[in-house]
């Protein structure tokens, strides 16, 4: 009996050590080979570390075709007439891009903003769309919104177009003017980065040489005069050549300019001074200034509102002399058939970007 029972246990034993070792190697056999749904296996990947030292990279792409995108560096060069479409990333991204698109209010370009990204299109671009392109990463605390420089991406982007080698502006006789205190900028850009680039003045005719410190190049923008002075005014041109084929830009003139900035310098005349019922008088509000610096006037006189006035607002340039420019600007008020409300105090104020003046004047009977 105790025997049998002896034996019973010894079975049971051997048993149980056979199911451990099927229990174990089954445990092997699904760790070594997964399978996902359908039956495809794979390999477990080891996660990378995060390397938190490494410079983010641009967020501004160029949308290649389906499901291709290109980052773009500081420049690229793309092929006129193909649409373009360029990517960045965020749910509230800020755009800017060739001044012109805005001034024209052109309709090849749109912005589509989304989720995950903002999307610009410029359809058909040409020659004339060559320039500085740029995103950036919109924040906001409460209603206040601001750009986030440390994540702003540009790239200037040349559209090279075999027929135009400079980049097109609608002005054919462009004015550059030149001060003492600041360089100057003969704006003839190129579509092409490889292109060679001269400054030539027409009379007398000469070349220009760049010598990298007071005259410099810059593809992106053009001539750059360090330090002008009078010797530097005339009729310019630039000369590119690719490729063995030359190409010459519109003219630029180059004026030089010694006028001090600030509010509007301004003298008030009236002709005449004194006048009867039933006279016309002519009251006259003169600016001078720098030549690109506009002005804009208001009048206030005794009749406002009730008699009828006419005012007539016109602009030159004016050679002062020693190679100097200046910039007349005139405000014409007129004033037919004087009454009794016509008489008192004139007063122009003439306004510019650095400030405003006000002058007057007095209207008196005969």
């Excluded at 002519?282 to 009730?306: A, H, I």
Aim: glycine fraction near 8%; aromatic fraction near 10%; proline fraction near 8%.
């Amino acid at each position: 009996m105790k025997l049998w029972v002896v034996l019973c246990m010894a079975l049971l034993w051997v048993e149980l050590q056979n199911g451990a070792c099927q229990q174990v190697k089954r445990r092997k056999d699904v760790g070594e080979n997964r399978i996902r749904p359908g039956g495809k296996r794979f390999k477990a990947r080891p996660t990378k570390p995060k390397d938190g030292g490494v410079k983010v990279q641009s967020l501004l792409t160029q949308v290649l075709d389906k499901g291709r995108f290109l980052r773009l560096g500081p420049s690229i060069t793309m092929t006129p007439g193909r649409s373009m479409e360029l990517r960045c990333k965020g749910n509230s991204i800020g755009w800017s891009y060739p001044a012109y698109l805005d001034t024209f209010n052109d309709s090849r370009l749109s912005i589509k903003p989304s989720d995950k990204y903002s999307q610009l299109i410029l359809t058909s671009p040409s020659a004339a769309d060559t320039g500085p392109y740029s995103c950036w990463v919109i924040v906001c605390d409460g209603p206040e919104c601001e750009r986030d420089h440390d994540r702003t991406y540009a790239s200037y982007i040349y559209f090279t177009d075999k027929d135009n080698f400079f980049v097109p502006s609608p002005v054919h006789f462009e004015i550059v003017y030149l001060r003492p205190d600041r360089p100057a900028v003969v704006p003839c850009r190129v579509t092409n980065p490889q292109a060679k680039v001269s400054l030539h003045r027409e009379v007398p005719p000469e070349e220009i040489l760049a010598n990298g410190t007071q005259l410099t190049y810059d593809p992106t923008k053009g001539f750059v005069l360090q330090n002008p002075s009078p010797e530097h005014q005339g009729v310019f041109y630039c000369r590119a050549v690719t490729k063995g084929t030359p190409q010459i830009s519109s003219k630029y003139q180059l004026l030089y300019v010694e006028v001090p900035s600030g509010p509007p310098f301004v003298s008030l005349d009236a002709s005449p001074k004194s006048v009867g019922g039933g006279d016309s008088i002519n009251v006259t509000c003169t600016v001078l200034g720098e030549p690109e610096v506009d002005v804009s006037f208001t009048w206030f006189y005794p009749g406002q509102g009730r008699r009828p006035v006419h005012i007539q607002t016109s602009w030159r340039l004016v050679d002062r002399g020693m190679s100097h420019t200046t910039r007349i600007t005139r405000s014409v008020l007129t004033l037919e058939d004087m009454e009794t409300i016509d008489f008192g105090n004139y007063i122009c104020k003439a306004k510019n970007q650095n400030g405003e003046t006000i002058v007057a004047t007095t209207i008196v009977s005969k």
